[in-house]
T-cell receptor, first 116, second 112 residues
Framework: EAGVAQSPRYKIIEKRQSVAFWCNPI?????LYWYQQILGQGPKLLIQ????????DSQLPKDRFSAERLKGVDSTLKIQPAKLEDSAVYLC??????????????FGQGTRLTVV | SQQGEEDPQALSIQEGENATMNCSYK?????LQWYRQNSGRGLVHLIL?????REKHSGRLRVTLDTSKKSSSLLITASRAADTASYFC????????????FGQGTILTVHP
C-alpha cells in the first residue's frame, strides 16, 4: 500500500510569513496526527484527528497554527505568522484506529521548515 | 510535556554487540510503542506492547514492559551498522482516542 505522503519536503520562509503543509494519509486510516520535531528532540503532538473531527489539539499554538482534515482524508497544517522558533520538521502520521487505543502509526517523510 | 523519557541519550557500540535502551513514563498506559528514525527521515514502527503484556519479540528485537515501575526496555541483539538511528518510545496514555506521546529518544551508533 502507498505510504503517507507529505509536501513540500523543504520550505524556507521569512518570519511573519505564512506557510502550509499538506498530508495524504494511507487510504482507510481513520486517525491522522501532526507532530512537530525540533532538532535533537522527540516529536511533539500538535493535533490529532479521528476521521474529520479533532480529538486533541491541546498543544497546538492556536494563535498562529491551524489545521483541518478535509472529508476525513487529506489534511493541511498552516502557520500564520511564522516565528523563528517554528523551525522544525513537521511530521504527519496515520493509523487505522478509529476509536480506543492506538495502533501502529505510519509516518510520512516530513516537511523541514526553516524560518529566517 | 513528553510522557516517555529514554535512557541513555546516546549509545555507541561495536557491530555484533547488544544494545539496550530504556524508557520511563509517568501515567498509566494502554500500550507502549517503539519507533526508529534514520537521519533526516520519518519514523518507522518497530513494535507495540500492550499494558497487559510483559515481553514481546520481533526478529532481533526484544521489548519488556514493567507497568509497576512504569518502564520499558528495548534490546537489539547482534547489532549491525544499519541499526544506527534514533530510537523513540511512544506511550498511549490511556485516553479514549489513542494519543501517542513520544520521548526524547536514544541515539544509537553501531560501529562496523
Amino acid at each position: 500500500e502507498a505510504g503517507v505522503a507529505q509536501s513540500p519536503r523543504y520550505k524556507i520562509i521569512e518570519k511573519r510569513q505564512s506557510v502550509a503543509f499538506w498530508c495524504n494519509p494511507i487510504s482507510g486510516h481513520a486517525t491522522l496526527y501532526w507532530y512537530q520535531q525540533i532538532l535533537g528532540q522527540g516529536p511533539k503532538l500538535l493535533i490529532q484527528f479521528q476521521n474529520n473531527g479533532v480529538v486533541d489539539d491541546s498543544q497546538l499554538p492556536k494563535d498562529r497554527f491551524s489545521a483541518e482534515r478535509l472529508k476525513g482524508v487529506d489534511s493541511t497544517l498552516k502557520i500564520q505568522p511564522a516565528k523563528l522558533e517554528d523551525s522544525a520538521v513537521y511530521l504527519c502520521a496515520s493509523s487505522r484506529a478509529s476509536t480506543g487505543p492506538s495502533t501502529e502509526a505510519f509516518f510520512g517523510q516530513g516537511t523541514r521548515l526553516t524560518v529566517v | 510535556s513528553q510522557q516517555g523519557e529514554e535512557d541513555p541519550q546516546a549509545l555507541s557500540i561495536q557491530e555484533g554487540e547488544n544494545a539496550t535502551m530504556n524508557c520511563s513514563y509517568k501515567t498509566s498506559i494502554n500500550n507502549l510503542q517503539w519507533y526508529r528514525q534514520n537521519s533526516g527521515r520519518g519514523l518507522v514502527h518497530l513494535i507495540l506492547i500492550r499494558s497487559n503484556e510483559r515481553e514481546k519479540h520481533s526478529g532481533r528485537l526484544r521489548v519488556t514492559l514493567d507497568t509497576s515501575k512504569k518502564s520499558s526496555s528495548l534490546l537489539i541483539t547482534a547489532s549491525r551498522a544499519a541499526d544506527t538511528a534514533s530510537y523513540f518510545c511512544a506511550t498511549d496514555g490511556g485516553t479514549s482516542y489513542g494519543k501517542l506521546t513520544f520521548g526524547q529518544g536514544t541515539i544509537l551508533t553501531v560501529h562496523p
